[in-house]
């Protein structure tokens, strides 16, 4: 496999074909996957300040119970909103096409 750059192009060519990448939409698409990523990790922020929220809302927190109670009470909204979004990450995530075809002749 050979590479090359020439005016704003990535040249890649191998055994079986030769492609040519644009520069500009390389980074527009990585940019673009960077705010997705931006985007779950916001939507994790609300989940979990919506169920601290939810959790609080209905009455104080319970006094003389064990640390490891606390660990829980204030783990748990954490985890189901980790839960969530990951969910979402995987089922909503396109990887860019033209940066899924770079990474197939790099590869080993």
């Not at 990585?30 to 916001?42: E, G, N, T, V």
């Not at 927190?61 to 954490?78: C, H, K, Q, R």
Request: charged residues 20%; contains cysteine.
């Amino acid at each position: 496999m050979k590479w090359s750059y020439t005016n704003g192009k990535l040249n890649v060519s191998s055994e079986e074909i030769d492609q040519q990448f644009l520069l500009k939409e390389l980074i527009e698409e990585a940019s673009r996957h960077q705010a997705y990523k931006k985007k779950i990790f916001s939507l994790f922020l609300v989940i979990s300040l919506l169920l601290f929220f939810m959790q609080s809302y209905g009455g104080d927190i319970p006094s003389n119970a064990s640390t490891y109670f606390y660990i829980g009470y204030l783990a748990t909204p954490l985890i189901i909103s980790g839960f969530i979004s990951s969910i979402c990450y995987v089922l909503m995530r396109k990887p860019p096409k033209q940066v899924r075809r770079l990474n197939k002749y790099f590869k080993d």
